[in-house]
């Protein structure tokens, strides 16, 4: 960190110079020491202003989707104090990640329920979302049809995807639950156990026994109808969206 108490810096460049440093490691190095230098920054003024002006900069790079430190830096940002707030609620109004969708679905409220962490509010409106998707019998009956998943445009995937992913430190998401499938060889029994949806021979209980928070095991949220078979994650799982 450049010492702003150096008699050889005026306070301005010293202001310049903090920003600059900090503004070129959060965006080169690892998720893990941006995260750590996160913590760092987000114990002082100067270093909320740094993580202002990394997200306004991030928001301008085209075809750059949001990444999990965005997110983090996000969800620092919007606890950290009035004037944060204000920020993010002038130049994010809707939140950090583009909510793209082919159909003309209205993701701004899933948005908001996973940027406050509202994970079982929030998984109760993907379904939804995923109604709206499959049509207005799926709306009416409030689930899926494994045969209605095959029709879902990709871009509209990818965005509730992201949405999870980018709120959640990359923990949650169908593509986090991809991962974790393929690298069980696609073994159903071992996913179930590893994402905490089975323990020993009996599936958790929804609601109260999954867990609605980052606490949970990765890959946990958001969940699908598995009682009703595998057919539908495995749809989920193997939609063209995850290329």
């Known amino acids: 960190m450049p010492d702003l108490s150096s008699p050889n810096l005026t306070p301005d460049l010293a202001a ?3 920003m600059t440093t900090f503004l070129a490691r959060l965006n080169s190095e690892s998720l893990k020491n941006q995260s750590q230098i996160l913590e760092e920054l ?3 003024e100067a270093g909320l202003t740094v993580l202002m002006r990394f997200l306004r900069e991030r928001s301008t790079l085209e075809a750059t989707p949001a990444s999990i430190i965005e997110g983090k830096v996000y969800q620092t940002l919007r606890l950290a104090n009035p004037q944060t707030q204000a920020f993010l609620q002038a130049e994010f109004p809707q939140g950090i ?3 793209t969708s082919e159909r003309s679905i209205d993701y701004v409220p899933l948005q908001a329920l996973l940027a406050e962490q509202s994970f079982e509010a929030a998984d109760r409106l993907t379904i939804e979302k995923l109604c709206e998707l499959a049509g207005e019998m799926a ?8 045969t209605e998943i095959s029709s879902f445009p990709s871009t509209d995937l990818q965005t509730i995807d992201a949405l999870w992913r980018v ?3 990359g923990k949650f998401g169908f593509s986090v639950q991809r991962e974790l499938w393929l690298s069980a060889a696609k073994n159903w029994e071992k ?3 590893q994402i905490g949806w089975k323990t020993g021979n009996s599936w958790t209980r929804y609601p109260q026994e999954f867990t609605w928070s980052l606490d949970a095991p990765r ?3 958001p969940l699908s109808n598995q009682l009703r078979g595998v057919r539908v ?3 989920l799982l193997t939609h063209p969206a995850w290329g």
């Open 16 to 18: 310049a110079d903090f």
């Open 42 to 44: 987000a114990t002082s």
């Open 139 to 146: 709306v009416q009956r409030k689930w899926l049809y494994f």
């Open 219 to 221: 890959g946990h949220l």
């Open 97 to 99: 990640v583009p909510l």
């Open 167 to 169: 709120h959640s430190g």
């Open 233 to 235: 994650i495995a749809a």
């Open 191 to 193: 996913l179930w156990h």
